[in-house]
Nanobody, 121 residues
Framework: QVQLVESGEGLVQAGGSLTLSCAASGSIFSLNAMAWYRQAPGNQRELVAA???????TYADSVKGRFTISRDNAKNTVYLQMNSLKPEDTAVYYC???????????????WGQGTQVTVSS
């Protein structure tokens, strides 16, 4: 079974910084695209940043220049460095990973449990 475990949740003042981590564990043959999504109360889940195994990163317009997604393939971990945080960044943040469990198995998307980020004004 695959698990995505997130960490780094917290409360921060506007203008502050926070780093989220998400580690994938289990019987993983290959770990492909990794991404961060967020969902604020009353809103739909939205893509924050995505990092494919090959290719360029993608950021939501609202976080460009402030957030940076990165990954450590040796640790099967993806990070989200968040700077210049704003109250509107307050949400539950979810990591997502597209994983192949066996060489001939299809890729499936897995989700973390979510971690709360609260930015006070």
């Amino acid at each position: 079974q695959v698990q995505l475990v997130e960490s780094g949740e917290g409360l921060v003042q506007a203008g502050g910084s926070l780093t989220l981590s998400c580690a994938a564990s289990g019987s993983i043959f290959s770990l492909n695209a990794m991404a961060w999504y967020r969902q604020a109360p009353g809103n739909q889940r939205e893509l924050v940043a995505a990092l494919p195994s090959g290719g360029s990163t993608t950021y939501a317009d609202s976080v460009k220049g402030r957030f940076t997604i990165s990954r450590d393939n040796a640790k099967n971990t993806v990070y989200l460095q968040m700077n210049s945080l704003k109250p509107e960044d307050t949400a539950v943040y979810y990591c997502s990973a597209t994983i192949r469990l066996q060489q001939i198995a299809p890729m499936n998307r897995y989700w973390g449990q979510g971690t709360q980020v609260t930015v006070s004004s």
